[in-house]
């Protein structure tokens, strides 16, 4: 079934099934990331045991200044792809409407598209880009939070709120990295939602390909590994 056919003529079947393969490939990698079997954790799931410990070490660390700098970095970090998100979407809305660029963009692709098409394809990747923007938004919001909360922690370890504290900030702090970790996984998507100007075709191997790359990353990578050595 073409469910694109209203939006413009030109459009296939094929076209509405890699637009599905996106969708379902970008949704799916996150729910993977995130909801990973028992039996092979993925690196966003051995990372929450990291930041929980990295907040245990924290009662007992002398300075503190490592751990606010630490969390000074992480929202530098979301600062930046908050930035980058805001110009890629500003560029898209931008191009999107104005005619007399899509129907440049139109001539200069020789594979027969028109400017309704580039319109449609073009709000798909401004529409992930968006989304990526909400979740570095969110995630740079409870960086900051997570701050605060470090600073309520007590000095003295031994104060019996010391501990539940350090665990709550941590829980905010695994919070923020998985609203990084679902903004970084639109923006990769997006990019690969770029290939549609060239055909559904190239859509669906770029789809499949940054699939590939993602769960490489999180299932079998060398810095997966290193994580579940044991010292």
């Known amino acids: 079934m073409n469910l694109l056919a209203p939006l413009s003529p030109a459009f296939t079947a094929l076209d509405t099934f890699a637009l599905a393969l996106l969708i379902l490939c970008w949704l799916g990698t996150g729910f993977l990331a995130e909801h990973p079997p028992g039996w092979r954790p993925s690196v966003s799931h051995l990372m929450k045991d990291y930041r929980r410990r990295g907040m245990v070490e924290f009662l007992t660390r002398d300075p503190r200044i490592f751990d606010i700098s630490l969390i000074d970095s992480l929202r530098q970090g979301t600062a930046f792809f908050v930035s980058g998100s805001m ?126 790359v993602m769960l490489r990353r999180e299932f079998a990578s060398h810095s997966r590994q290193v994580m579940l050595e044991t010292l």
């Open 87 to 212: 110009i890629a979407i500003g560029g898209g809305v931008a191009m999107i409407g104005n005619a007399a660029t899509l129907q440049g963009l139109a001539r200069d692709l020789t594979i027969g598209l028109d400017p309704s098409q580039i319109r449609v394809k073009l709000i798909v990747v401004v529409g992930l880009m968006a989304n990526s923007l909400l979740k570095f938004m969110w995630s740079h919001r409870l960086f900051g939070y997570c701050a605060i909360m470090m600073a309520s922690v007590p000095n003295d370890h031994t104060h019996p709120e010391a501990l539940p504290r350090a665990l709550q900030t941590a829980e905010v702090n695994i919070a923020a990295a998985r609203g990084f970790n679902r903004g970084l996984n639109g923006v990769y998507f997006a990019l690969a939602a770029l290939a549609w100007l060239l055909g559904p075709e190239a859509l669906i191997a770029a789809t499949l390909f940054t699939t590939g």
